[in-house]
């Protein structure tokens, strides 16, 4: 089972910030947050990842709580192809060579609207 | 650098025959992973190898499927004895130090 729940759904208007929440109030000490979105038909895209500090870069900003319960991304100015399903996982690090299995929810659809 | 190669692109096949499904990791990684996307459902991992070696299939239906990673060659998924619930996408991913890089997909149709 998914260890994250998402909303199922968001609209956003085109040039404004899309603000994506996450749930993941079970997250272990060793966990990261990681996202990735799967624009249709496409195979799922890595967009950004954080243990506790807010990381940024040139696709997405990813806000995490204190207690790291729950996490934000944010989309800071949407445009229509950013219209996608948004998954929010937690995994521990990759260690070379090591088993990274991975549960996937249902995401956050998300439609950009014009 | 070539990301995770996977093909074919589209398969179609009729109900009884079987489907092979091909991914190339990353250059430089060992590991590949198998997801199932059913029409307007989520990723369901199916199955997990290293070359030479299945680790983990406990996403794997029990009957007419089955992978491998040779130590030459691509990774095969093979669904033998195809039906119409088997129609999907598949999707491959090799994990490195950014999680997972996921192919483009098979999208397998059962007609």
């Known amino acids: 089972d998914a260890k994250t729940t998402q909303p199922p759904s968001m609209d956003c208007a085109e040039g404004r910030a899309a603000n994506l929440p996450c749930n993941h109030s079970t997250i272990s000490g060793n966990e990261y947050v990681y996202w990735y979105r799967q624009i249709h038909s496409q195979g799922p895209q890595y967009i950004i990842h954080g243990l506790k500090n807010n990381e940024t870069n040139e696709m997405a900003s990813l806000i995490i709580t204190e207690d790291r319960k729950s996490s934000t991304l944010i989309l800071p100015h949407a445009t229509l192809r950013d219209t996608a399903v948004y998954y929010c996982i937690v995994r521990p690090y990759p260690v070379s060579g090591g088993y990274q299995k991975v549960t996937f929810g249902t995401g956050t659809k998300l439609q950009v609207i014009p | 650098n070539a990301g995770v190669m996977q093909n074919p692109r589209h398969l179609v096949r009729r109900r009884g025959q079987e489907a092979r499904l091909r991914c190339s990791p990353m250059?430089?990684?060992?590991?590949v992973y198998w997801y199932r996307q059913l029409p307007e459902e989520g990723l369901k991992f199916m199955v997990y190898?290293?070359?030479?070696?299945?680790?983990?299939e406990s996403g794997m239906p029990k009957e007419r499927f089955s992978a491998e990673f040779p130590k030459e060659g691509p990774s095969i998924l093979r669904i033998q004895q195809v039906v119409r619930g088997d129609s999907a996408a598949y999707f491959c991913?090799?994990?490195?130090?950014?999680?997972?890089?996921f192919g483009s997909g098979t999208r397998l149709t059962v007609v």
């Open positions: 250059k430089g990684h060992s590991h």
């Open positions: 991913a090799s994990s490195g130090d950014y999680g997972y890089t």
């Open positions: 190898l290293q070359k030479e070696n299945i680790i983990d």
